[in-house]
Each structure stands twice: as structure tokens, then as C-alpha cells.
Nanobody
Framework: QLQLVESGGGLVQAGGSLRLSCAASERIFNNHAMSWFRQAPGKEREFVAAMSWSNGHTYYADSVKGRFTMSRDTAKNTVFLQMNSLKPEDTAVYYC??????????????????WGQGTQVTVSS
């Protein structure tokens, strides 16, 4: 069964940067998508970014567009989330997800069956 392991979270001041990583335990095939979601205390899990594995196309939530960049290392079955110009409202547990999903389902948490354990990102003001 596919396992995902996130790393790279931490505490950073507003305006700072962090880079999250998500390593998959097995090969990611072209019919998969990988994504990042986040969940702040008392709030629902929300979409952050997604990547179609077949062509590397990326999609971002409006709240992070221009600040966050999702990339990948196909040889290592790993995706990254570079987060710049961080704001206190970016504080959340960030989760990596993967599944055989495409289109609008890539942007929905119920489109994914495989999730990492999450990594905490805290942005201080």
C-alpha cells in the first residue's frame, strides 16, 4: 500500500520561507495526482496545491498562488512545496496526498485515499 511521509515543517516568522517534502514509498504512475492540503485548528481541511503526475502541471489555491510552488523529483517519487512570503494565516498542519485522480477531483480532499501523517507549519507574526 502506498505510504507518504512528509517533512520540513517548523516555526518561521512572517515573511519567511519553508520547504516541505513528501516521499512516496513506491513509484507514482502517470494516472496519479499528488497534492498538498492543510488544516488549521477548528477549520476544515483545505486544498493548497496539486500536480498531475503525467505532465507535471500544477494547480494552486488562490490564497497561495504566487507564494507557493509545487515541484517534484520523479526519480525519487517525491514532491516538494516551496512556501515563500509566509503569513500567520498559513499556520496549519500540512498533508500530502496521492491517488488515481484527475480533473476537479484533484482539488478535493475526498478524491484521495492515501495521506501522509502531516507536518506542522507555524508562522509567527
Amino acid at each position: 500500500q502506498l505510504q507518504l511521509v512528509e517533512s520540513g515543517g517548523g516555526l518561521v516568522q512572517a515573511g519567511g520561507s519553508l520547504r516541505l517534502s513528501c516521499a512516496a514509498s513506491e513509484r507514482i504512475f502517470n494516472n496519479h495526482a499528488m497534492s498538498w492540503f492543510r488544516q488549521a485548528p477548528g477549520k476544515e481541511r483545505e486544498f493548497v496545491a496539486a500536480m498531475s503526475w503525467s505532465n507535471g502541471h500544477t494547480y494552486y489555491a488562490d490564497s497561495v498562488k504566487g507564494r507557493f510552488t509545487m515541484s517534484r523529483d520523479t526519480a525519487k517519487n517525491t514532491v516538494f512545496l516551496q512556501m515563500n512570503s509566509l503569513k500567520p494565516e498559513d499556520t496549519a498542519v500540512y498533508y500530502c496526498a496521492a491517488d488515481v485522480v484527475a480533473g476537479v477531483l484533484m482539488l478535493r480532499s475526498d478524491g484521495y485515499d492515501y495521506w501522509g501523517q502531516g507536518t506542522q507549519v507555524t508562522v509567527s507574526s
